[in-house]
């Protein structure tokens, strides 16, 4: 088993602190995408909306996130041991598992055979979506993308695209 991640935050306070503190960041990525991407000046402002700024800001808080890497025993362990809701994705018969344990006693889990980055990726953001939006974002409800539903079909369900 292995940890991938800096950012577990411990409270919901906490998962704020994180969250602003990317915000910057987030800003920086998407001037700098932008410049790269030759924007002249209108361009940028027509493109480039709070709503861009936001879903980078999304973007990267949840690719910060700690996660745990391991076996369908170590992650059977560790769900003995936790007192909270876990939701789990992917394939029952796969032999890896991703996992993140959120701030308010619920986890997010997404089984995985070979695709371990493409797990990590999936995992995060159903973390984001499913345990913080709603902390981050108040009324912004808690259910994740549909992309990242889809993504959980395609990379985590047991098959290999090699």
């Not at 306070?13 to 410049?35: C, L, M, N």
């Not at 995060?124 to 994740?144: D, N």
């Amino acid at each position: 088993m292995h940890t991938v991640g800096t950012v577990a935050p411990t409270s919901t306070d906490d998962a704020r602190r994180h969250y602003e503190a990317v915000g910057p960041a987030a800003q920086t990525v998407v001037r700098e995408v932008a410049k790269a991407m030759s924007f002249d000046r209108a361009e940028y402002d027509e493109r480039v909306t709070g709503e861009v700024v936001e879903t980078a800001r999304d973007a990267l808080f949840a690719s910060l996130l700690e996660v745990q890497v391991g076996s369908r025993e170590e992650f059977d362990d560790w769900r003995e041991s936790y007192a909270g809701d876990v939701t789990t994705v992917g394939h029952e018969n796969a032999a890896r598992v991703v996992w993140h344990a959120g701030p308010a006693d619920e986890a997010v889990a997404a089984t995985f055979q070979e695709e371990e980055d493409a797990a990590i990726a999936t995992l995060r953001r159903q973390a984001f979506g499913r345990l913080y939006r709603s902390i981050v974002k108040p009324g912004a409800g808690t259910e994740p993308d549909a992309d990242a539903d889809a993504d959980v079909d395609a990379d985590t369900d047991g098959e290999s695209d090699d």
